[in-house]
């Protein structure tokens, strides 16, 4: 999905609000050992925006198909309390 198809799906104006989002959704992810969602989101050139990837050591393909093969319908969706606390682990991460 491109930035400016997700930013018009969630009728925002810009998308800047979308950093915030993904930033909070590959979070996450990275805490619960899931592939990085967040690499699907992909910009005009069809290239995943540097900053939504985990592992910055493997071409972006490979975690996306790691996305695609991952069983997401059978994880019970995070409530916003869960992305908050995904956001201050990983703040906990970057202090060190």
Wanted: proline share 9%; charged share 15%; hydrophobic share 40%.
């Amino acid at each position: 999905m491109r930035y400016d198809d997700l930013r018009v799906l969630m009728d925002y104006p810009t998308n800047q609000p979308l950093t915030s989002i993904l930033n909070n959704v590959m979070q996450y992810c990275r805490q619960h050992g899931l592939p990085p969602l967040t690499i699907i989101v992909v910009n005009q050139a069809g290239v995943p925006g540097a900053g939504f990837s985990i592992d910055h050591n493997k071409p972006p393909y490979k975690e996306q198909e790691a996305v695609f093969a991952q069983e997401w319908f059978k994880l019970i969706p995070p409530t916003a309390a869960e992305f908050q606390a995904a956001m201050a682990w990983s703040k906990t991460l970057s202090a060190d």
